[in-house]
């Protein structure tokens, strides 16, 4: 048996629902209530987010907030039934993985209760087995890039992360290159980088969408949540494909990357998506 693990935001929907934005300016807004100058907020967020990799994970350690409040203020007030649509072709891609064959999870940095409402907005939900998240309500809790995390994903799964064989069987895909990296890095099977190309329009759409808080955040420093979100974003040359397997602009062009988790190709009815190169 295969496990493939999905990741949820800014990759099983596009970033061009300016959803990051959203957040960014929400955690901000959050350094800033509890005391900090705009500055600050930003250098803070920065920071953690290239420490730890998600800023909740300072905010407890440092500022000993509540996750579940920070959860309440930031995840949950995202208006994501007005920016999310359901993608027929998305679900059509997950429907047509061999479930005979392979484990379908999700694998998110989010606590679990975002990940249940974007995946049900997207009407995925069900074809999803379950969830790997971040357990707020945890004090110890382990996040995207850390090896602990793939671990605990590994056993929730059923599968053993120490066995070398078992590493091999997981398939993963993400947005975010360094949480892509980390998966090659322990021994997992498969790890692809999902780096979106948007169209013009989009890109003119996310960057102009309000904010100047989107303009700053875009040109802060490397490294940095903004600046993963900007390579992200951006068409590149594919230069930075080093410690993984693949690199895709499109969730379609996994029908290429992983023909053995997929049902006969043949009688796929989506196969006319071909994706432009990355
Ligand atoms: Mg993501």
């Given at each position: 048996m295969l496990a493939v693990f999905f990741d949820i935001d800014n990759c099983l929907y596009s970033a061009s629902s300016s959803i990051s934005q959203l957040m960014m300016k929400r955690i901000r807004t959050y350094f800033i209530e509890l005391g900090h100058t705009e500055e600050e907020a930003e250098r803070l967020h920065s920071a953690y987010y290239r420490q730890y990799g998600l800023a909740i994970r300072g905010l407890v350690k440092h500022?000993?907030?509540?996750p579940m409040d920070f959860n309440e203020r930031c995840d949950a007030s995202l208006p994501l039934e007005d920016l999310l649509k359901p993608d027929p072709a998305i679900r059509q891609l997950l429907m047509d993985i061999d479930r005979s064959k392979v484990k379908v999870w999700a694998a998110t940095n989010a606590y679990i209760s975002h990940a249940e409402r974007v995946l049900k907005i997207l009407n995925l939900r069900d074809l999803i087995e379950d969830i790997v998240f971040c357990d707020y309500q945890d004090p110890a809790f382990t996040c995207k890039p850390e090896p602990e995390y793939y671990e605990m994903a590994m056993t929730k799964i059923g599968?053993?992360?120490?066995?070398p064989a078992d590493r091999a069987k997981c398939f993963f895909i993400d947005d975010s290159l360094s949480n892509v990296r980390a998966a090659k890095t322990i021994g997992w099977g498969s790890c692809v980088w999902f780096r979106e190309q948007l169209s013009p329009e989009a890109r003119a759409h996310l960057v102009s969408g309000d904010e100047a808080a989107t303009q700053s955040a875009l040109r802060a420093p490397s490294g940095s949540y903004a600046e993963q979100l900007k390579q992200s974003l951006e068409a590149g040359d594919g230069a930075e494909t080093e410690g993984v397997d693949a690199v895709i602009s499109n969730l379609h062009q996994l029908r290429n990357i992983w023909?053995?988790?997929?049902?006969?190709?043949?009688?796929?009815?989506?196969?006319?998506?071909e994706p432009k190169e990355g």
């Open positions: 500022h000993e907030i509540d599968l053993s992360p120490d066995d023909p053995q988790i997929f049902k006969d190709p043949s009688n796929s009815n989506t196969t006319e998506r």
